[in-house]
């Protein structure tokens, strides 16, 4: 019987946080699902699917809690549904990059959505320095109404934002 | 129809060997393999590791897919690509990798020689998807994967085909 979590882990930068986390898992006969493990702005962030045989969150947590509080890092718990071997298949990616202000992301991604783009993956990055900084953000994603769709909205967004680089470009997956 | 291997399967990290015997045992094998491609999800594409069969032979038929050069249905019996042209990202999946699709850099253009099913000798210049295609499955020969060359999402920088939208309109 597999028993699913979503263990969230966040705190300070340092050598050895994979390692550490992931070598009490194995010890405490977990296995690992999918994960995305990443720095974001001199934090390390862990968002992995963790599965237990035995103990449910109680366990888990016991197994953890310790190697978190040593590292200082936050851990939270969520039991899911651990749907394996069910990937989809982006068929879009959309690339956009500009001067950093409020409100650009919930403006792309609003326009997105009113035209059906699902998001499967999103990464964003500031760059530039802090007088003048850049935000840059890829997208992959299905678009559920046609890609037709989603560049007619990305047009209307030109209008009203003439200084956002947007690029729309199909993914066509090759499958041999 | 022929089973198909499936990663982890080590047999398909093994080098092929050339085919020398263009017998009456290998036109029967090229039918079956071509119709084990054909029933496949993508079936574009096979390569005779993939069935098990470590000789260099591969079928690449992308014809279904509108708008594009190609050649057709092309039986590849000791394939060799001798030129390389540019680089573009695409996605690709893999009958022997399933559940799972991934970014992989190839070269835009290749010049491409390879004996037909009778053993006789063809050059074939091609690029985009039917070179793509082509590549993916002389990988097959070599015993690599398209997992073995994966690029990863963040670092894309060779966006291909932009479809821009135009300030103002
Ligand atoms: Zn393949």
């Known amino acids: 019987m597999h028993h699913w979590f979503m263990v969230t882990l966040v705190g300070q930068d340092q050598i050895g946080i994979v390692s550490k986390i992931t070598t009490a898992l194995y010890q405490g006969g977990c296995n690992l699902g999918e994960a995305s493990m990443l720095r974001l702005g001199g934090n390390f962030t862990i968002m992995m699917m963790v599965d237990i045989p035995t103990g449910g969150k109680d366990a888990l947590n016991h197994l953890l809690q310790p190697v978190a509080k040593e590292l200082q890092l936050h851990l939270h718990l969520d039991a899911i549904e651990g749907l394996l071997h069910h990937h989809q298949v982006p068929n879009v990616r959309v690339s956009v990059h500009g001067a950093d202000r409020a409100g650009m992301v919930a403006q792309v991604t609003s326009v997105l959505a009113n035209a059906g783009l699902n998001i499967l993956a999103l990464e964003s990055d500031v760059g530039g320095n802090a007088n003048h900084p850049f935000y840059l953000m890829h997208i992959e994603g299905i678009a559920t109404a046609g890609i037709l769709a989603l560049e007619e909205a990305l047009r209307s967004l030109f209008a009203s934002q003439p200084d956002l680089k947007v690029t729309l470009e199909p993914i066509e997956t090759v499958v041999m | 129809m022929l089973n198909i291997l499936t990663y982890p399967d080590p047999r398909l990290k093994n080098v092929s060997v050339s085919v020398t015997e263009f017998d009456e045992k290998l036109q029967a ?45 092309l039986v590849m019996i000791n394939p060799e690509i001798t030129d390389w042209d540019g680089f573009e990202m695409g996605r690709e999946g893999c009958m022997s990798v399933p559940d799972y699709t991934g970014n992989v850099i190839r070269a835009t253009k290749i010049r491409l020689v390879a004996q037909d099913k009778q053993g006789v000798s063809h050059e074939y210049s091609m690029e985009g998807y039917e070179a793509r295609a082509v590549q993916h499955e002389i990988d097959h020969l070599d015993g ?13 920088l060779f966006q291909r085909k932009v479809y821009e939208s135009k300030k103002g309109t």
């Open chain 2, 144 to 156: 690599l994967l398209f997992i073995d060359r994966l690029v990863s999402r963040r670092h894309d």
């Open chain 2, 29 to 73: 094998f090229l039918m079956d393999l071509e119709e084990t491609m054909r029933a496949g999800p993508g079936g574009v594409g096979i390569a005779a590791p993939q069935v098990g069969r470590l000789e260099r032979i591969a079928i690449v038929d992308v014809s279904s897919k509108p708008k594009i050069s190609h050649h057709g249905r």
